[in-house]
């Protein structure tokens, strides 16, 4: 269903993918996930740690794919809004390792832009998420 696009005389890249294929077919659907931010689904903030907001922002992306049947697999792009670069870089191992833990080894098409600023003054990060799945994953 997926297609990870990679030209050939590229050097690979680590941790997400230059392009995604999506090969329709007849009962397959795509999901957006509007912009996650690291707040509970209460909308209240537990934490101003980045690696840990990008933590929760990930949980809530998985439960919004789950509530449309979409699993994180089924992700083929992420787009990644961050408000303090440094800090972004700053914590790669530990994104990573939540990443890993939330989302598995499936690496989308993915971009990362540094802002001035989000809407919630506490965010710290915020993602958005296509999804494509496929015909045989019964919708929730």
């Known amino acids: 269903m997926l297609k990870t696009l990679q030209p050939p005389d590229w050097a690979p890249p680590r941790g997400y993918a230059n392009g995604i294929l999506a090969e329709m077919t007849v009962g397959s659907r795509l999901i957006f996930v509007g912009g996650q931010i690291g707040w509970n689904a209460q909308c209240e903030f537990e934490t101003d740690d980045f690696a840990l907001q990008v933590a929760q922002t ?3 992306i998985v439960a919004v794919l789950a509530a449309g049947g979409a699993r994180p697999e089924h992700i083929a792009r992420m ?5 303090d670069k440094a800090a972004y870089v700053g914590a790669y191992k530990d994104i990573g390792q939540h990443y890993r833990e939330i989302i598995g080894r499936h690496f989308p098409a993915m971009t990362a832009v540094e802002v001035a600023d989000l809407v919630e003054p506490r965010a710290q990060v ?9 015909a045989a994953v019964s919708a929730g």
Do not use: D, F, G, M
């Not at 915020?126 to 496929?134: D, L, R, S």
């Open 58 to 60: 990930l949980r809530n």
């Open 79 to 83: 787009t990644w809004y961050v408000k």
């Open 126 to 134: 915020e993602i958005e998420v296509t999804a494509v799945v496929p």
